[in-house]
């Protein structure tokens, strides 16, 4: 069966330009998440969807970042312009319905922003 | 705000030792989870509880939820190579909200 599936696995770009992470859910899902990791601060949530719709969007650190789920299959994680804080391991995680369900991560993004 | 901590936040160790991995917060929560992250790789979880005082054996792995349902244990018994990583607990607060702990790093020295 296929997990999460993110692209790309690494994106190196300068500042200022705009990155677009893609996720892939498992078929069946219905709670999507985008995390970021970094050394510092651990795994941050950064947004989550619940049936396509954004449920909770308080992670996400400004208005550079957006994050869409056109369908229930698709989900991409914006930053327009990108600055070199930005730069980190970006996880998308998906769960099935139901309370206490265990989240299922892709193997996530490495951004650096130079 | 609700927090997670995690200690010890470093573990190097021989193996064979045993280790335990703690979780603590201030808040209840209505399960608590633990993920193991391996380098260049998501996390995965490992276990999830939900009753206070429950107790969950994954062969060398032994989990406890806390009474009040605010911390958990990890407890390994004659830890190998293989099970170096990162450690993570998850606080489920509600039906999708999901905290998640620093995470403790694991070193096994064979």
């Known amino acids: 069966d296929a997990g999460v599936i993110q692209s790309p696995r690494h994106e190196v770009t300068e500042m200022g330009q705009e990155v677009t992470l893609r996720c892939k859910p498992i078929s069946g899902h219905n709670s999507l998440f985008w995390y970021r990791q970094t050394m510092m601060r651990g795994l941050e949530l950064l947004i989550y969807?619940?049936?396509?719709?954004?449920?909770?969007d308080s992670g996400m650190p400004e208005d550079r970042f957006s994050a869409k789920m056109p369908n229930a299959s698709f989900s991409t994680l914006k930053i327009q312009p990108s600055e070199p804080r930005d730069s980190a391991v970006y996880f998308c995680?998906?769960?099935?319905?139901?309370?206490?369900?265990?989240?299922?991560f892709g193997d996530g993004t490495r951004l650096s922003i130079l | 705000t609700q927090l997670l901590e995690q200690s010890p936040q470093f573990l190097s160790i021989q193996e064979g030792e045993n280790l335990t991995v703690y979780c603590n917060s201030s808040s209840v929560f209505s399960s608590l989870q633990w993920y193991r992250q391996e380098p260049g790789e998501g996390p995965v979880l490992l276990v999830t509880?939900?009753?206070?005082?429950e107790v969950k054996k994954l062969k060398r792995l032994t989990f406890q939820f806390g009474d009040a349902r605010k911390d958990s244990s990890l407890h390994i018994t004659a830890a190998q190579p293989g099970d170096t990583g990162l450690y993570l607990c998850?606080?489920?607060?509600?039906?999708?909200?999901?905290?998640f702990g620093p995470g403790t790093s694991l070193s096994v020295i064979p």
């Open positions: 969807f619940n049936n396509n719709v954004p449920i909770d």
């Open positions: 509880v939900v009753t206070g005082g």
């Open positions: 998850a606080g489920v607060l509600s039906y999708d909200k999901v905290i």
């Open positions: 995680a998906s769960s099935s319905p139901g309370g206490n369900q265990p989240q299922h």
